[in-house]
């Protein structure tokens, strides 16, 4: 099954998130971290949810040692660009301006967001992106 065909369900977002965050583990890893986050998952759950990750393609496990260590094989870029792929055509017709002017006008950027932003216009006016 492709990445293509699926998008990650919450909960499995979650587990991606420990995986982008700290990087590859098993699954009492990511159980543990999860609990740090006030997460109260069980272990059986944690694992339901690395091995359907891991059919769906967006996970990889190594099997050589004791204990199966699973590793995030997408970017959580890749995830971002297609959510708000969708969002953009589901609320906004496929306008992204809209969107981000949506954002811009509700949420505050902090200086060095506003920088980027300043120089990612810039690049914009030039057609280097």
């Not at 995986?19 to 944690?46: F, I, K, S």
């Not at 906004?92 to 002017?101: M, Q, S, T, V």
Request: net charge neutral.
């Amino acid at each position: 099954m492709s990445q293509r065909e699926y998008e990650p369900a919450a909960a499995e977002l979650e587990v991606l998130k420990v995986l982008w965050d700290h990087g590859a583990n098993n699954v009492r890893g990511v159980m543990d971290l999860l609990h740090n986050q006030g997460r109260a998952v069980a272990y059986t759950t944690v694992q339901t949810m690395l091995n359907r990750l891991e059919q769906k393609g967006f996970v990889k496990s190594d099997r050589s040692g004791t204990a199966f260590v699973y590793q995030a094989c997408i970017t959580r870029e890749r995830i971002s660009r297609s959510r708000l792929q969708k969002l953009v055509d589901q609320l906004y017709d496929g306008a992204a301006g809209a969107l981000a002017l949506e954002l811009l006008r509700t949420q505050r950027l902090n200086s060095q967001e506003i920088d980027q932003l300043h120089e990612l216009i810039e690049r914009l006016d030039q057609g280097k992106d």
